[in-house]
């Protein structure tokens, strides 16, 4: 496959990633980013193979066409992260608040134990 090729998927899982973040579908986007992430280790093994030690000057409609695309899935992963993060921030509160009540347990006793 192609690394234009590769990058139009990206951008195909990208658009999708952004529709499972809205619709709070953690394991699809969870899928979805392992997918992505599958295509981006065979782009680099494909740039590798294609240009092996040199730059090759490529043709100025491919060159436009995957920045487009580049700019395209990073747009992607901008949106994926505003529905993300909050809810990772969440996530984030609550396994600190079990682990301070762990360690409150943990120095004073648990007072249901008695």
Avoid at 21 to 45: F, I, K, M, P, T
Wanted: aromatic share 4%; net charge neutral; proline share 4%.
């Amino acid at each position: 496959m192609s690394s234009l090729a590769l990058l139009e998927q990206m951008s195909t899982y990208s658009t999708e990633m952004v529709d499972a973040a809205r619709a709070n579908d953690w394991d699809r986007l969870s899928r979805l980013e392992r997918q992505v992430a599958s295509l981006r280790d065979r782009l680099g093994v494909e740039e590798a193979l294609a240009f092996p030690g040199r730059q090759k000057r490529m043709p100025e409609e491919e060159r436009q066409r995957k920045v487009a695309l580049i700019r395209r899935i990073l747009d992607d992963d901008k949106e994926v992260r505003v529905h993300t993060e909050p809810w990772m921030d969440n996530v984030r509160q609550l396994l600190s608040g079990g682990a301070r009540e762990r360690n409150v347990r943990k120095a004073y006793g648990d007072p249901d134990q008695t």
